[in-house]
């Protein structure tokens, strides 16, 4: 998942002594060419693990490290050119960092997920970040190749430094379409302890819970979200006005109503001017049956919002005033360059915006059908292994039905309650798609 260069675990007289046994054994080898030694460290001591002869996921954090392109040096040596270097002379000029981006969902025991990339964006590659893709927006994630997205590489002079552009770089980066890895490692690199350096194989372990990572917008963004929308509404540039529902409401008061799109997550915002306050506006946000928030909030904007200067550059500060908190926050809002999204800046993360597209009635219908009726979906894309029930089958809570295979790993459904078994939908062999209803169970 993360891979750093030099490890914060291990002294560097340590170091030395593994970059030794690294050499040692290549040497007796007589191994040539680029190749990576593992050890496993713990308690002080050192253990080979396996020698893998070639370059691995994680080797863009031994070139930034180093200040040394690896791929450039295997194949000017397997050319015939002799090594232009001396093992004295490898030295580190920096820190780095690398976070794998998978398709995958931590919520669901990090199983590997599929579809199709409709939006990905990494906007500071290049200020001490590199990005290593191997797909683009339109591509699709399969189920037959490994569900690695990119891998995105933090360098600087020190490990905080790396840490902070780290930080920076994953709070900015935008994907969709697929489920992802993206607030778990948002949620990984701001750990206390991992920024301590306090870190091994059990971290994830010991420290990650589903839905320890939720990164819900605050209400303080999610006010500003809607104020910053309503500050843009009806502008030159960025006509918004068929984003919003205006429904009178009482006497002297109008109501708008929208659907927004807050970092994936959908809600409902209305708004209603209070009379008399200039800066004064009622602000309720839901999400589905619930309010989120529920307050009066004020709103100072710049003179020019909203301006094309806004659009692909730093956005104005937006001020919104939180009254039951007689608190004053300084939101950054801006534009994407197409003008059909935006986003608001807060506390170093950016939170991007859009309107929800339709709910598809057959669509909810349908979900809401299999949930009642208890069918077992398949939670990913993939063969099914092994069918261990048949109709007629009495079952209990949590025995296991089905397994599937996809991307390297294995599933099990299980069933989510006692009952008996009406339909198997599979047959051992059969590929599935997600959703796929796999067992037809009654209560």
């Not at 339909?423 to 051992?428: F, I, K, L, P």
């Amino acid at each position: 998942v993360v891979e750093e260069s030099p490890s914060p675990a291990i002294s560097s007289q340590v170091q030395s002594q593994i970059t030794a046994s690294a050499l040692k054994l290549a040497r007796k080898a007589g191994y040539y060419n680029a190749g990576t030694v593992e050890f496993i460290f713990q308690d002080g001591r050192y253990y080979f693990l396996e020698m893998n002869t070639r370059l691995q996921v994680e080797h863009p954090v031994t070139e930034q490290a180093l200040g040394f392109d690896l791929v450039e040096a295997q194949i000017r040596i397997a050319s015939g050119e002799p090594l232009w270097l001396t093992q004295d002379e490898v030295e580190f000029v920096g820190h780095s960092m690398e976070a794998r981006l998978y398709a995958e969902d931590p919520e669901k025991g990090f199983l590997p997920s599929t579809g199709k990339i409709t939006h990905l964006d990494a906007p500071y590659e290049g200020f001490g970040i590199r990005v290593d893709a191997g797909v683009s927006k339109g591509d699709t994630i399969s189920s037959y190749y490994d569900p690695m997205i990119a891998k995105i590489i933090a360098s600087g002079a020190t490990r905080h430094e790396t840490l902070v552009r780290m930080q920076e770089m994953l709070g900015s980066m935008q994907i969709e379409g697929v489920r992802t890895n993206l607030d778990f490692l948002r949620w990984l690199f701001g750990h206390p302890q991992f920024e301590l350096g306090n870190i091994s194989t059990r971290f994830i372990e010991r420290y990650y819970r589903p839905g320890a990572f939720s990164m819900a917008p605050t209400h303080v963004v999610l006010a500003g979200a809607a104020l910053s929308l309503l500050a843009a509404r009806g502008t030159e540039s960025v006509p918004r006005s068929d984003l919003w529902v205006s429904t009178s409401w009482r006497q002297s008061r109008q109501a708008m109503r929208a659907r927004l799109l807050i970092e994936g997550r959908q809600y409902s915002v209305v708004l209603s001017q209070v009379p008399g306050e200039e800066y004064g506006w009622q602000v309720r946000l839901e999400q589905g049956d619930e309010t989120v928030y529920e307050g009066m909030v004020g709103l100072r904007v710049p003179a020019d919002f909203g301006s094309a200067e806004d659009f692909g550059g730093t956005g104005p500060t937006v001020q919104v005033h939180i009254d039951e908190e007689a608190a004053t926050y300084s939101l950054e809002c801006g534009y994407a360059q197409d003008g059909h999204e935006w986003y608001v800046f807060w506390e170093g993360r950016e939170y991007w915006i859009r309107q929800a597209p339709a709910l598809s009635t057959e669509r909810l219908t349908k979900s809401l059908r299999l949930r009642d009726e208890g069918n077992l979906e398949s939670p990913m894309p993939g063969k099914v292994l092994r069918v261990m029930v048949a109709a007629g089958d009495s079952v209990i809570d949590e025995q296991p039905l089905v397994l599937i295979e996809a991307m390297k790993m294995e599933f099990t459904v299980r069933a989510t309650h006692n009952g008996k078994v009406t339909a198997v939908r599979y047959a051992e062999g059969a590929q599935v798609a997600a959703g796929d209803v796999l067992v037809e169970l009654e209560k």
